[in-house]
T-cell receptor
Framework: GAVVSQHPSWVICKSGTSVKIECRSL??????MFWYRQFPKQSLMLMAT?????????EQGVEKDKFLINHASLTLSTLTVTSAHPEDSSFYIC?????????????FGNGTRLTVT | GENVEQHPSTLSVQEGDSAVIKCTYS??????FPWYKQELGKGPQLIID?????GEKKDQRIAVTLNKTAKHFSLHITETQPEDSAVYFC????????????FGQGTELSVKP
């Protein structure tokens, strides 16, 4: 089945620094990828839709200048948390759909645990 | 936009019993309803899905039912095992509008041996 790989699985950074998270579709090409954020004991909240070769679409309330998304190829999307603060500490998860699969489901990466100290 | 409500938030059952989790959605145009299982520290994994043109789907111990009129769908797990313990999320999507998946609040299932 479709595999989505996310890296790193966890990262600790100091307040004010930037962190980049990578999301790769391993065995299919994904024109669209989605980035979610999940706080402890809560559901997944969609942050943005990443479109290959064009600008990402952000959900209401998500700062596009803080969460930079780049989808430079059909198999890679990156999320950069800029000037991270402790309140950005969360579990970030990407997902992608294999368009060749027709009515195909979203597959998720294993998430990145970000801790900002 | 779409809104998905999920109940219960926690569910505890004895091993071997059945577990049922229910979800309702608001947008009658939604046409695809997946269920995900999330284990601690991991991303969600698809366990079963159903399209709006189908009323029921089964895969071994897992089944999903859909009532389009009432706009609700349910996950049924039979003969539960301790390894079924996890958080389960329902979701709804309108495929031809960018395919944004909207999740329910999640159900923490605990199967006691």
């Amino acid at each position: 089945g479709a595999v989505v790989s996310q890296h790193p699985s966890w990262v600790i950074c100091k307040s004010g620094t930037s962190v980049k998270i990578e999301c790769r579709s391993l065995d299919f090409q994904a024109t669209t990828m989605f980035w979610y954020r999940q706080f402890p004991k809560q559901s997944l909240m969609l942050m943005a839709t990443s479109n290959e070769g064009s600008k990402a679409t952000y959900e209401q309330g998500v700062e596009k200048d803080k969460f930079l998304i780049n989808h430079a190829s059909l198999t890679l999307s990156t999320l950069t948390v800029t000037s991270a603060h402790p309140e950005d500490s969360s579990f970030y998860i990407c997902s992608a759909r294999d368009p060749a699969g027709g009515f195909s489901p979203l597959h998720f990466g294993n998430g990145t645990r970000l801790t900002v100290t | 936009g779409e809104n998905v409500e999920q109940h219960p938030s926690t569910l505890s059952v004895q091993e071997g019993d059945s577990a049922v989790i229910k979800c309702t959605y608001s947008d009658s145009a939604s046409n695809y309803f997946p269920w995900y299982k999330q284990e601690l520290g991991k991303g969600p994994q698809l366990i079963i899905d159903i399209r709006s043109n189908v009323g029921e789907k089964k895969d071994q111990r897992i089944a999903v039912t859909l009532n389009k009129t009432a706009k609700h769908f349910s996950l049924h797990i039979t003969e539960t095992q301790p390894e079924d313990s996890a958080v389960y999320f329902c979701a709804a999507i309108l495929y031809n509008q960018g395919g944004k998946l909207i999740f329910g609040q999640g159900t923490e299932l605990s199967v006691k041996p």
